[in-house]
């Protein structure tokens, strides 16, 4: 077995084990990364592994948000339906949006992306007898069964590690080598027969699935849903979790979740100014990590036993 | 529905028109910095925004001086200029050899940064600057009446434009920025220094968002947020009109300043989702804009 292998499974056992220590915060803080990595892992699917900027994965994290609390609450849908139904709307919007631009390259497919989830949010915004438009959808209740932190929170990492399990699996399979090829050379991919745009258009609808579940679970996490989920920065914070965990490492981005949710805890507790720190702790890494945390730890490591920074 | 009032619909029109000339001066610094240094630069906003807040510093530091404000606008879009020069020197130049997503997110970091330190020298509460003394007036247009300040800024947008497009095109320096434009390479080669060249053109980017917030400072509260609600204009108006084609911006400013002024009027739902989709429809159809031309690389 692998060593990212053993790493997902002693990470589940460990927090496992989480709400023992009857710590709110710890559990609250512990259902935010799974969340959130799973939400970075899902935008890292295009980044790291298929070489495509996307500056609009919010879109889809909404779109799954929304789904599934309008059905829970205006559709009175049972919470398994609404939640599948999110994440299938998550995939099916990232089918149509990116039918339109895989067509695109590099900083076009990035404004591009980026125009697609402001048409999302500016409907979420607007369209107030739907979606409540700037107050949002408030009151979204735990589901049954699920009503309590504690409970929701085992349901999140049972979620999350199954998703996990299923996109590893897939970036390891043959599936998974043709999308870094593509990062690697599109061209040349096409020229051995493989058809760059279907496998990109793939790639895409199966990051928009895993996002919409993701943001099916914050919804739920959050108590309500706001427009903001689909604003702008919410798409620069989770590359800014992605960027900072290390883009070519599976687990990269949702250690980047992880160590940027616990600063923001810490740091908004004593002062208002967090955009100012994440500010610098970007530029930062721009400039002295460009690998990320993971990148700088495997850099590190003399006795690699063969380059899986592939 | 009754037809509305002629003089009602030049004034919108108006309004609409003053709006794009702002958009303009922003969103040419943003086309004139992605077309020779390639950086779509997100931290344009906050550079529009500084030149706000600044601008309300300097007022306040010329009280009673004869004419106060326009001695503000220059020293705020010149302090401006001159932050967005070093911001290149010292940083931005040393991204260049990385991946693009680096420098985007960099241009990010410095969004971040800069709103909180606007937030910290001047406040969260709303800021106000008020007009020149000699533009305090209106001008009856038909049955109604337009401020002199607002025609004073739809003239002065052409002006500047005007202005650039001599620059670019007839003077030795404006032929350097067009040929780093298709070839920085090739330019190095032939003995230009390229690296100050892009400080320049960082810096006169810089200068026309600076230039953009200190003349908008009268019309408008200055508050934090002001960065992110133009920067996503901008880019609708670069992507629009072409990136990195000077009448492009002009065209796409203006569309935009039209569809903003008419659209709350004529479908005040939609014209928030018209605008964005506005500039997927280009993309998709026009990667390269309205008036730009397709990138050769």
Redesign the interface.
């Known amino acids: 077995m692998s060593k990212e292998n053993w790493f997902l499974i002693i990470l589940v056992l460990l927090l496992a084990f989480l709400p023992l220590t009857e710590s709110r915060f710890y559990v609250f803080l512990g259902t935010d990364i799974l969340i959130m990595g799973l939400f970075a892992v899902s935008l890292n699917l295009l980044l790291g592994y298929t070489g495509l900027?996307s500056f609009g994965q919010a879109a889809y994290f909404g779109i799954g948000a929304y789904t599934c609390a309008l059905l829970m609450k205006k559709g009175s849908v049972a919470f398994p339906l609404a939640f599948a139904a999110a994440a299938v709307f998550g995939a099916i919007a990232a089918m149509i949006i990116g039918f339109?631009c895989i067509?695109?390259t590099?900083?076009?497919f990035?404004?591009?992306t980026?125009?697609?989830s402001?048409?999302v949010w500016?409907?979420a915004?607007?369209?107030n007898s739907l979606t409540g438009g700037d107050t949002g959808l408030i009151g979204v209740n735990f589901p049954a069964h699920l009503d309590s932190p504690i409970r929701f929170f085992y349901f999140t990492l049972a979620v999350v590690a199954l998703s996990f399990y299923v996109l590893r699996k897939l970036v390891n399979s043959p599936f998974g080598r043709i999308l870094t090829t593509i990062r690697e050379n599109p061209e040349r991919t096409e020229f051995i027969g493989i058809n760059v745009k279907l496998f990109q258009l793939i790639a895409f609808m199966i990051s928009g699935f895993f996002a919409a579940i993701a943001g099916a679970l914050f919804g739920i996490f959050n108590h309500s849903v706001f427009p903001d989920f689909i604003f702008?920065?919410q798409s620069?914070e989770v590359?800014?979790m992605s960027?900072l965990g290390g883009i070519y490492n599976f687990f990269g981005p949702v250690v980047g979740a992880a160590v940027l949710l616990y600063l923001r805890m810490q740091v908004t507790s004593f002062t208002q100014?967090w955009?100012?720190i994440?500010?610098?702790i970007?530029?930062l890494l721009?400039?002295f990590f460009?690998g990320g945390i993971v990148g700088f730890l495997k850099s590190r490591q003399v006795f690699t036993r063969k380059n899986q920074c592939s | 529905m009754s037809l509305p009032d002629p003089s009602f619909l030049v004034i919108q029109c108006l309004s609409g028109l003053t709006y794009a000339m702002f958009l303009f001066l922003i969103a040419s610094g943003l086309s004139l910095i992605f077309g020779i240094l390639r950086v779509?630069n997100f931290a344009h906003g906050s550079l529009y925004m500084l030149g706000a807040y600044l601008t309300y510093y300097f007022v306040s530091q010329f009280v009673n001086a004869p004419g106060q404000f326009w001695w503000a606008v220059i020293f705020a879009s010149l302090s401006v200029a001159i932050i967005g020069g070093i911001i290149e020197r010292f940083?931005l130049s040393?991204?260049y050899i990385?991946e693009?997503?680096?420098q985007?997110?960099?241009t990010?970091?410095?969004?971040?940064?800069l709103?909180?330190?606007a937030?910290?020298v001047w406040g969260t509460g709303q800021l106000s600057v008020s007009r020149p003394a000699i533009l305090k007036g209106a001008v009856p247009i038909l049955d109604q009446y337009f401020p002199e300040y607002n025609i004073f800024i739809i003239i002065l947008g052409p002006a500047i434009a005007l202005l650039f497009w001599l620059i670019l095109h007839r003077t030795r320096w404006g032929r350097f920025i067009r040929a780093a434009a298709l070839d920085r390479e090739m330019l190095g080669s032939l003995g230009v220094n390229v690296n100050r060249l892009f400080t320049l053109v960082f810096a006169i980017g810089a200068w026309l968002a600076g230039l953009g917030g200190a003349l908008v400072s009268p019309l408008v509260a200055i508050v934090p947020g002001m960065d992110?609600e133009i920067i996503?204009n901008a880019?609708?108006v670069v992507?629009v009109g072409g990136?990195g084609s000077f009448w492009g911006t002009l065209l796409g400013a203006l569309i935009l300043g039209q569809v903003t002024s008419f659209g709350i009027l004529v479908l005040p739902?939609?014209s928030?989702?018209f605008i964005?989709?506005l500039?997927?429809v280009v993309?998709?159809l026009r990667?390269w804009g309205l008036l730009g031309k397709p990138l050769q690389r």
């Open positions: 900027v339109f067509r695109m590099k900083i076009y990035a404004m591009l980026l125009a697609f402001q048409i500016a409907i915004f607007k369209w702008w920065p620069a590359l800014i960027l100014y955009p100012l994440l500010g610098t970007l530029a721009l400039f460009p | 779509l940083l040393r991204l990385r693009e997503l680096n985007l997110l960099f990010y970091a410095l969004v971040l940064i709103s909180d330190f937030k910290i992110v996503i880019f609708i992507v990136l739902r939609l928030m989702v964005y989709v500039m997927a993309l998709i990667p």
